[in-house]
């Protein structure tokens, strides 16, 4: 067999160098099968090797590394300069660099580190850092975002709570039965006037313990069906407790978290009482002024047939004189319809159309003068107790109407007292800085003067209180009164440009306050000539009257009337037939006696018609309706006189001959 060979030299030297090289080969094929772009440069930054990854980001040749990159870089010029210093010092260094467009554009991350420990050499790595530059430029962006939010949340919280806790309307967050977790401070106030500002206030309370009665009952089922879903309906009133006849509107809505379930209930409180007590104002006036309508017309209507009776019983006393057998019964008619009058000009008064005749009056004097008249009228049985105010200040009345509003309220309470008591009168003077609310009424800022007549008797029942000035209404037996007395008040002291107040209590008596709006002028005295109070004696004469009412009945009174005293008078039933008279040729007309209120040309009209065919003509006006509410249609001048139904014979005769024996009227 024949011995193995033994290696020569040389095969040992190539086999050690192989052994040597294996490694490097190694390492030179794994460089060049890297998937990122690598590139070892010298101390020259001479490119010794260059990898396929590279080779297609720099290209192929022998070019230097440094201007290949250059070119394909935005800010190239920069960038290789940290990095060259950096490869010369044998530092690690690693940078982001956007492309040049023309490359392709986007980012790509360069580092270089030591090569080996051989100085100045150094590897390049070059990889694409499009992605993770987007994804850090979205994480900056984002944090940008965030700091941003973060801002914007702040504000809107703060602008949040600024509104909240300065809105004017109640606003409260309540839990699933009914607990407030929070409220601002209007809904505080409003809800509970009486809590501290201070502290939690009314965190943790029940709402529907600051509510009353069955408003808190009828609160907590609304409150558990907007928890549950419920369609949100109109808003409910609830009365407050606490002081005071508060009421407020309640909106209740509900606040979904994820997925719709509910988070919390919301409430807003919307104080209304203000409101309310205007409706109940206005429904109040609209319902007297209602009531003083129909009182005026049926007082104007029944003028006119109170007129008729009143006139033909005048003409009756003529033929039959005292000691007649029909004297006692003419006389008896008369008298009742005098009577009927006065509760006529009570309806007038109710309705504010009441002739008044106001002066500047010392109260003071006034009221002394009456408690005597006080005094008889209450009996033995009834104590009259008068307090004078001190620094009254006057006011401008109709003295008689005045005296006539004590005496009702005087009345009122001695039949209130049939077991004897106390009548009170006060007096008193106020400044109000605000306008105070009373009940259905508001008195407005200003100086006022009060009369307060309180008595000790029965009272009135809360169920009778509101409707104690309305005509007609009476708690008294049948044939114990009209009903008229307390709305003859009422109408004298709102005509007046006061307002009149009533309390009551049972068996504890009532209280009636008059406010009176204070005079700051001198006080005046009355003056009446000697002319005025004496009246004509001679009531004949023989002037020419044009008489137009359309009332049958007192026209044919007063042209019977007037012809009984001399006068030629000329009839007519309509303005419209007297017009068409004074345009015709006619002979000349004296004193134009004309109803106001007629269908088609009324009174007013008429005048002016008349007056234009024949200036200054004297005119005597005749209405169911008062003087004060006719001035504003009809000039008030010394050729135009007013005459009130009902009147009589005299009356009639006394004013046409004033008015015929009068100053000329000027044209």
């Known amino acids: 067999m024949r011995p193995e060979s033994t290696p020569g030299p040389i095969t ?15 390492a030179a094929a794994a460089f060049e099968a890297a998937g990122e772009p690598m590139i070892l440069t010298d101390a020259g930054l001479r490119t ?10 720099v290209g192929e040749g022998d070019e230097p590394l440094a201007p290949r990159l250059r070119r394909r870089l935005a800010d190239g010029e920069r960038v290789l300069a940290d990095l060259t210093e950096a490869a010369v010092d044998g530092r690690t260094l690693r940078v982001e660099a956007e492309r040049d467009p023309t490359s392709g554009g986007g980012w790509i991350e360069i580092s270089v580190r030591p090569f080996g420990g051989r100085a100045g050499w150094a590897v390049w790595r070059i990889a694409e850092a499009t992605r993770q530059k987007r994804l850090a430029d979205d994480l900056e962006i984002e944090q940008a975002r965030g700091v941003e939010l973060a801002a914007t949340l702040a504000s809107v919280e703060q602008r949040f709570r600024r509104f909240f806790e300065e809105l004017p309307v109640g606003w409260a967050i309540v839990d699933a039965v009914g607990r407030i977790e929070d409220c601002n401070p209007a809904f505080q106030a409003l809800a509970a006037p009486g809590a501290p500002a201070e502290g939690p206030g009314l965190r943790g309370r029940a709402f529907a313990r600051l509510l009353q009665g069955e408003d808190a009952a009828r609160a907590s089922a609304r409150l558990a069906e907007a928890w549950g879903g419920g369609v949100a309906k109109a808003p409910d009133e609830v009365r407050l407790a606490g002081p005071g006849d508060r009421v407020a509107s309640l909106y209740v809505g509900r606040i979904d978290g994820p997925g719709g379930t509910p988070v919390s209930l919301v409430l807003h409180l919307l104080d209304v009482t203000g409101l309310r007590s205007l409706e109940r104002q206005f429904v109040q006036s609209q319902k007297m002024q209602a009531i003083g309508q129909l009182a005026g017309g049926v007082a104007h209507d029944f003028n006119n047939l109170l007129t008729a009776i009143i006139g033909y019983c005048d003409l009756l006393l003529q033929r039959h004189r005292l000691g007649d057998p029909s004297f006692p019964d003419i006389m008896q008619i008369r008298q009742n319809a005098n009577r009927a009058a006065n509760l006529v000009r009570q309806l007038l008064a109710f309705s504010r159309q009441q002739t008044l005749r106001p002066r500047v009056l010392d109260l003071t004097d006034v009221i002394a003068e009456l408690s005597h008249l006080l005094a008889r009228l209450m009996g033995e049985r009834i104590t009259v107790d008068v307090v004078h105010g001190r620094d009254l200040k006057a006011v401008k009345v109709d003295q008689g109407q005045f005296e006539q509003v004590v005496i009702n309220l005087a009345v009122n309470a001695r039949d209130a007292m049939p077991d004897g008591g106390t009548l009170s009168i006060r007096t008193a003077h106020f400044t109000l800085a605000a306008p105070k609310v009373h009940g259905a009424e508001t008195v407005p800022a200003g100086e006022w003067v009060t ?13 009778h ?13 049948i044939g114990a009164g009209t009903g008229l007395g307390l709305s003859t008040v009422y109408g004298i002291v709102r005509q007046t440009g006061g307002y009149v107040f009533v309390e009551s209590e049972v068996d504890k008596g009532t209280t009636f306050t008059i406010w009176l709006p204070a005079h700051t002028g001198p006080l005046e005295t009355e003056v009446v000539s000697e002319a005025a109070r004496r009246a004509p004696t001679d009531l004949t004469g023989q002037a020419t009257i044009l008489l137009v009412e359309d009332e049958d009945p007192v026209r044919l009174f007063s042209a ?14 309509t303005g419209e037939a007297a017009a068409e008279f004074l345009e015709s040729e006619h002979e000349a007309i004296d004193l134009l006696i004309t109803d106001v209120m007629m269908p088609g040309i009324d009174g007013p009209t008429l005048i002016r018609i008349a007056r234009e065919r024949l200036p200054g003509l004297k005119v005597i006006c005749i209405s169911g309706y008062t003087e004060d509410a006719l001035r504003q249609r009809i000039p008030s001048d010394p050729s135009t006189q007013f005459l009130a139904k009902p009147f009589g014979l005299k009356q009639l005769a006394e004013v046409v001959k004033q008015m015929l024996d009068g100053p000329v009227a000027v044209a």
């Open 12 to 26: 040992r030297l190539i086999r050690r160098l192989g052994r040597f090289l294996a490694p490097h080969r190694q």
């Open 451 to 463: 009369v307060e007549v309180r008595d000790t008797g029965s009272g009135v029942p809360p169920e």
């Open 560 to 573: 019977r009337a007037l012809r009984g005293k001399g006068y030629k008078v000329v009839e007519m039933r």
């Open 48 to 57: 010794v090797a260059v990898n396929a990854a590279a080779r297609q980001l």
């Open 465 to 477: 209180l509101a409707r104690v000035f309305e005509p007609f209404f009476t708690t008294k037996p």
